[in-house]
């Protein structure tokens, strides 16, 4: 039953490799719960002060979390569930239960790359990562992601918006959106793919949380990319968790003196795979995903960290009347006209938060305001408003 699982894996202090060492000896954490002392002794490695921690019976917190978990539509993948991937399954560490949102993809017989890098990232790192997340999903391949600001978000919301399917892997509770500026992302990720955690509901996010979870980056996946990342980075353990997993690594070179770039850089002269574009790692694994890889597509005017002319626009209506019904606007297109300033450019996720509506939803109605000329885009999916609005 879900409660047991849900017990072992919350029991405090008890170590993840002394839980896969009793699901070893015993099956499942029902006999786990319901066995002697002296059986439990008989586990290979057993510690017997790890094995203490099992006196606790306790199952309200596990009911507890049942009925959150169902409240808030979050569900449960033992390590015991055929659906499992093959993959995590056979790190070191794998974790015993993940609480997940979304639909559990076939990810053995998927391409995913798990593409990290910096939180404090620059602009030529922001368009790396959206330019390679878009150009991975476009290829047929999985985004992973840990959905941290920077990196982490910027290639999530270009694989978004190629149609991909996205994976998110959390430090935290599913219903704890961190950073806060992740959060429309979880929703979206949900959607598009899955979002798991080895934290029940409610947890918050630890500094100890992250480097545990890197392991989850690496082990759903084939390969980890790293777009950009500082001599000591989050990314690099990551990429260093790859390696031991035996996954493949690739980097995004960067200026030689950019501190941001400096952990990229080393990983490429100590042989890492050298990325500029999407292809160069869908040509590695084109043979044993021929059904599901195709030549990846680069983003319509594709963003770059230098500034780019911008366009003249085609000439538009100076005033637009949102009462009179001139135009048919969805509710979505009328909050952000309304949000839009006409001077000063807004980037997307500024305008996602500010009007709360989902990003790809703002992307939608951004695309077909810009075809109707009512919005311009300036360099780095900056938008301003090309209309003046009138009641």
Known sequence: MLKYWVWLSELKGLRNQTKLALLRRFGDPESIFYADPDELMLTEGADPGQLKLLENHDLAPADKILADCQRLDIQFLTFSDAA?????????????????????????????????????????GVACAEKLGFGLASGGAVVVSGLAKGIDAAATRGALRAGGVTIGVAGNGLDVHYPYESRYLYEDVAVSGVLFSEYPPGTEPAPGHFPVRNRILSGLSLAALVVEAPERSGALITAMTALEQGRDVFAVPGPIDAPTSVGCNRLIRDGAGLVTNASDILREYEGRFALDLKEAREEPETLGYQA????????????????????????????????????EPMQVDDLTELVDIPTRRVLSALTVLEIDQYVVQHAGKHYTRAVTLTE
């Open 84 to 124: 499992y991937p093959g993959r995590l399954k056979n790190i070191y560490d794998p974790p015993a239960l993940l609480y997940y949102k979304g639909k559990l993809p076939l990810l053995d017989d998927l391409l995913s790359v798990a593409v990290v890098g910096t939180r404090d990232c620059t602009p030529y």
């Open 308 to 343: 780019r002319t911008v366009p003249e626009p085609k000439p538009v209506a100076p005033a637009l009347s949102l009462s009179r019904g001139d135009v048919e606007l969805t509710d979505d297109q009328i909050a952000i006209l309304k949000a839009l300033s006409d001077t």
